[in-house]
């Protein structure tokens, strides 16, 4: 071999040995484009094999950091990180996860029945906006309303905000709904609704979660906006009391807050402690002379412990006590059991129960509490659900301190259509037996077409029926037809 020739050969394996250590990305892409590579030995694997163990070691525990991921387990298990949308109804997670693609949403962040989870990780802050407009016809007898048929317009605005941060998460959501020529109650009219819902940590085992909400305005734009929804096992369930109550007034007030300390004993174990205050206005009846409004204020306490037995299944021990602040005093205290099934992949279970007692003021004494639901879904937008349960209220007129309430509803997507249903039933106990208590009952089915991803034409009816209670029995009933609008959030670093 001439000099020159091993002069060349002496400096590319030089150059070999200092730059091939430097590129293990380079050498790892080779190898997984199908070029020669050098197997691992036994040292290698070994430890590859104990980092592979130590991750997922690390991703089975909660979070073990000085800061809250929102990544980590337990984050995304909490029942204060979800809320639903009071643009559509639909569910929305305040823990997102890592997407594995780096598209955003075309439409809205929510998306038929399950959560689409917020990119906070790629987006500081994110603003959602929208709305519908609609023709509404209404049905009205039965001394609720004017009495009178009549066709009218309805603008829904939407506004959110979503803010994370580096232990929280934080969402503010606006909706109001604006009859402008709404002539069976005098002129314009609105209902206005703000929620915020938030999540956050305080250490590594301590963990919070915040829900406050509040609307006031006409009744009358009140029955014509969205359902109420609630969130039960990740499910939006139509909120029978808040929706199946005809209320003679000319204005409504309604705020709910609660406020939740968490404690995760262990990776299995979480015990929570939540705080709440309740309270409702109902204007006095615009029909009837002399007519004062109704005010009622109620706070309460529960406490939660939640274990879990597999990841399918969870048992639960909770208790919860309530106080009527005005008025005849009424204390109520119960508890009970409960248990969480994830019965299949698609088949959720919850229920719970046990005893529960009442003070004299509180009306017929109620031996038990309960509440159960089931849920069935199909694919990523189908699904039908089932709830019932007893719950403790205070509006003013029902003449009730305990409610008795069903729903049900379902939601199938075909091609460019989705098919809505909800329906709920509730029975309220008197206090005294010489008045009845309240029941009523709504049917709500509706039809969309997607014109394209974020644009889209509904129609719907929507029927209330309402008897007893201090409440004139009443029959309502809506039809609509609009073009509702959800475009893609706006984002800010």
Not at 96 to 122: C, F, H, M, W
Not at 268 to 287: L, M, N, Q
Not at 312 to 320: I, K, S
Not at 381 to 386: S, V
Request: hydrophobic share 35%; with cysteine.
């Amino acid at each position: 071999m001439k000099k020159n020739d091993m002069k060349k050969w002496a400096l590319l394996a030089l150059l070999s040995a200092v730059l091939l250590p430097a590129s293990p990305a380079a050498l790892a892409q080779a190898a997984d484009s199908g070029q020669n590579a050098a197997a691992p030995g036994p040292k290698e694997q070994d430890a590859a094999k104990k980092d592979s163990n130590a991750s997922a070691a690390q991703d089975t525990t909660y979070n073990r950091s000085s800061s809250a991921d929102s990544n980590d387990p337990w984050y995304a298990n909490n029942e204060g990180a979800y809320t639903v949308s009071l643009g559509t109804g639909q569910l929305i997670s305040l823990s997102p996860q890592p997407r594995t693609d780096q598209s955003i949403p075309s439409g809205e962040y929510v998306e038929s029945a399950q959560s689409v989870y917020l990119k906070s990780r790629d987006y500081k802050y994110q603003l959602f906006y929208g709305g519908s407009i609609s023709s509404v016809y209404t049905n009205s007898l039965g001394g609720v309303g004017a009495g009178q048929d009549l066709v009218s317009t309805s603008i829904n605005p939407y506004l959110a905000v979503f803010l994370p941060t580096r232990t929280g998460r934080y969402l503010l959501q606006y909706t109001t709904v604006v009859n402008p020529n709404d002539t069976s109650n005098g002129g314009p009219q609105a209902y206005h609704s703000v929620t915020l819902s938030a999540m956050g940590s305080f250490s590594e085992r301590w963990f919070w979660s915040a829900q406050s909400s509040g609307s006031y305005g006409s009744e009358s734009a009140r029955l014509q906006g969205p359902l109420s929804f609630l969130v039960v096992q990740s499910t939006p369930i139509a909120d029978t009391p808040s929706t199946a109550v005809l209320l003679r007034a000319r204005n409504v007030a309604f705020s709910e807050n609660s406020f939740t300390i968490g404690w995760l004993k262990s990776r299995r174990d979480k015990i929570s402690f939540t705080a709440f205050h309740v309270y409702t206005g109902i204007a006095g009846d615009p029909t009837t002379t002399n007519s004062f409004g109704n005010h009622s204020n109620a706070v309460g306490g529960k406490v939660e412990y939640v274990r879990s037995v597999t990841p399918r299944f969870d048992l639960r021990t909770y208790g919860e006590a309530d106080k009527v602040l005005n008025g005849p005093t009424c204390n109520t205290a119960g508890g009970g059991l409960g248990l969480g099934f994830k019965m299949t992949h698609s088949v959720e279970l919850d229920v719970r129960g046990g005893p529960q007692f009442s003070s004299a003021n509180c009306g017929a004494p109620q031996a038990a509490n309960f509440s159960a639901s089931l849920v069935k879904n199909f694919g990523n937008q189908d699904r039908i659900y089932a709830s019932a349960n007893r719950v403790f209220t205070t509006v003013a007129r029902l003449d009730s301190r305990w409610e008795d309430n069903a729903t049900v509803g379902f939601t199938k997507a075909y091609r460019r259509y989705s098919f809505i249903t909800d329906a709920g039933y509730l029975r309220g106990t008197p206090i005294i037996n010489l008045f009845p208590a309240y029941r009523g009952y709504f049917v709500a089915p509706r039809v969309r077409y997607n014109i394209i991803n974020n644009l889209g034409i509904y129609a719907g009816y929507r029927s209330f029926h309402g008897t007893g209670g201090s409440l004139v029995s009443g029959n309502l009933s809506y039809a609509s037809v609009g073009l509702e609008w959800y475009p893609a959030p706006l984002h800010f670093r």
